[in-house]
């Protein structure tokens, strides 16, 4: 069983506590200690009493990096739309200033790290829907796991204000303690039973669907993506917890997240990367056009040479490649990109996917490349503004954080972010689920409408327990 003695954190406080009195403004104070490999599904458990509402899940295809945390000692938000991304990373800069890190890692994604995203469109009327989500919001947890290529450390940041004294870090020892020898535990959850699916206006998404297949004939568009959603009712409250072991079981080969705040939970499954930031390499994914899975591997072979000679997908895949290259293009030195699309195999849905990977110029910042690159033509359309109006006309939907960045940054400027699809906000006994589809000039409202249903696939199997 692991603890940690209290000496240091009452001695770095103490120091954190006068430079704040010293500066007259809050200072943090972070720490990172190694520890023996903890299950990071146990440790999101954890904070089911103490910090529901302010927890937050990201684990990478590859468990490269997993980060989870509990409680918040800082958050950055904002409702306003101009220069959001910048507003974030400056916010986070400040706030770093003058802050005292005592961390003799080099890990990527250990000591301060916030974790959070942004909403689609923060032009688009808000609903009640995503009311517990700002349009940009961040947490800065108070504790962090961090699994990196399976070693695990756990951060602690405290906010010192100018009149705090040694109780605060007795206080957070006991607690950070509490939270270590609880891993032992096991939790106990109950699988929610499904009461009512409701499609959210499936007749009038097909018509739009119809509609925008007219503008792209004649108009200067030439690719418009429109989401739908589908609310679901359980016969209890839906714990996340479940949900997100259910989906780390079945889609363990995406993106797997869980993000809280005041009550509701967004979580998913994604197989898309945005971009992730090593110090001064990033790494992208162009991922567009999609096919199901076959029943043997003959059918799943076959359903993969279609979709890889298939030419709507092909001219849709290219459009994303085309884009993501010229939005990169004035960060990077260097750009390495394939000729050809591969294949991405998910369990319910296969893609045609591109790697993309490039070294930064050193000013380049990963928040930079976030809003250089969103919404890549797989979630917006092309031309880019052009189409996210034409979504903002015609969508009944509020996507909210749906298709959206989400994903982490660290104190040194490192993180990755990955779009949120395959997801879903759960909110007490009711869950929405989100699924789109890219409509060109060929498009069949009826075809798109069954690709939303194999869209929706990962996330009600999520929720059945199946």
């Known amino acids: 069983m692991f603890t940690i003695q209290e000496t240091e954190i009452k001695e770095r406080g103490i120091t954190a506590v006068k430079k704040a009195e010293r500066l007259g403004r809050p200072i943090l104070l972070s720490e990172v200690y190694k520890l023996d490999l903890i299950d990071p599904?146990?440790?999101?458990?954890?904070?089911?009493?103490?910090?529901?509402?302010?927890?937050?899940?990201?684990?990478?295809?590859?468990?490269?990096?997993?980060?989870?945390?509990?409680?918040?000692?800082?958050?950055?938000?904002?409702?306003?739309?101009?220069?959001?991304?910048?507003?974030?990373?400056?916010?986070?800069?400040?706030?770093?200033?003058?802050?005292?890190?005592?961390?003799?890692?080099?890990?990527?994604?250990?000591?301060?790290?916030?974790?959070?995203?942004?909403?689609?469109?923060p032009y688009k009327e808000k609903t009640e829907l995503w009311s517990k989500y700002p349009d940009s919001l961040f947490y800065l947890p108070k504790y962090l796991l961090s699994i990196i290529n399976e070693e695990a450390y756990l951060t602690t940041n405290i906010v010192c204000m100018p009149q705090d004294d040694e109780s605060l870090f007795e206080k957070v020892n006991d607690e950070r303690n509490e939270l270590l020898q609880s891993l032992y535990k096991s939790p106990q959850t109950k699988q929610a039973a499904l009461t009512k699916t409701e499609e959210i206006l499936p007749e009038q998404w097909k018509r739009s669907v119809d509609e925008v297949v007219k503008e792209l004939m004649n108009g200067q568009l030439?690719?418009?993506?429109?989401?739908?959603?589908?609310?679901?009712?359980?016969?209890?409250?839906?714990?996340?917890?479940?949900?997100?072991?259910?989906?780390?079981?079945?889609?363990?080969?995406?993106?797997?997240?869980?993000?809280e705040s005041n009550g509701d939970c967004f979580l998913?499954?994604?197989?898309?990367?945005?971009?992730?930031?090593?110090?001064?390499?990033?790494?992208s994914t162009c991922l567009a056009g999609s096919i199901s899975r076959g029943k043997t591997a003959e059918e799943d072979r076959l359903l993969g040479e279609t979709l890889l000679h298939d030419q709507k997908n092909l001219i849709e895949h290219r459009y994303v490649v085309e884009m993501i290259k010229d939005a990169l293009e004035g960060s990077c030195e260097e750009i390495i990109l394939p000729d050809q699309p591969q294949l991405m195999k998910n369990r319910d849905i296969?893609?045609?996917?591109?790697?993309?990977?490039?070294?930064?110029?050193?000013?380049?910042?990963?928040?930079?490349?976030?809003?250089?690159?969103?919404?890549?033509?797989?979630?917006?359309?092309?031309?880019?503004?052009?189409?996210?109006?034409?979504?903002?006309?015609?969508?009944?939907?509020?996507?909210?954080?749906?298709?959206?960045?989400?994903?982490?940054?660290?104190?040194?400027?490192?993180?990755?972010?990955?779009?949120?699809?395959?997801?879903?906000?759960?909110?007490?006994?009711?869950v929405s689920l989100f699924a789109g589809c890219g409509v060109v000039a060929d498009s069949d409202s009826e075809s798109e409408y069954l690709e939303t249903g194999l869209k929706f696939r990962p996330m009600l199997r999520a929720l059945r327990g199946e």
């Open 268 to 283: 998913g499954a994604t197989p898309e990367r945005l971009v992730k930031k090593q110090e001064d390499e990033i790494f």
């Open 222 to 259: 030439k690719k418009v993506v429109l989401a739908r959603e589908l609310r679901l009712t359980f016969n209890q409250q839906l714990e996340a917890e479940h949900v997100l072991e259910n989906l780390n079981k079945q889609q363990h080969e995406s993106f797997i997240f869980a993000f």
């Open 41 to 121: 599904l146990s440790f999101f458990n954890l904070g089911t009493e103490r910090f529901l509402g302010e927890r937050f899940f990201w684990k990478d295809p590859k468990d490269e990096t997993v980060l989870v945390g509990l409680g918040i000692s800082q958050q950055i938000q904002s409702d306003q739309a101009t220069d959001r991304f910048f507003r974030v990373e400056k916010e986070w800069e400040i706030f770093l200033k003058d802050s005292l890190i005592f961390n003799s890692y080099l890990e990527i994604g250990t000591g301060p790290v916030i974790f959070g995203g942004f909403s689609f469109d």
């Open 350 to 430: 296969q893609h045609l996917y591109t790697p993309v990977i490039g070294k930064v110029r050193r000013e380049t910042s990963l928040l930079l490349l976030v809003e250089k690159l969103h919404p890549t033509p797989a979630l917006g359309g092309l031309p880019k503004r052009e189409a996210v109006e034409k979504i903002r006309q015609v969508e009944v939907l509020d996507r909210g954080f749906y298709a959206a960045p989400l994903g982490w940054i660290d104190y040194r400027g490192n993180g990755e972010f990955a779009v949120s699809i395959r997801s879903g906000l759960i909110q007490g006994n009711e």
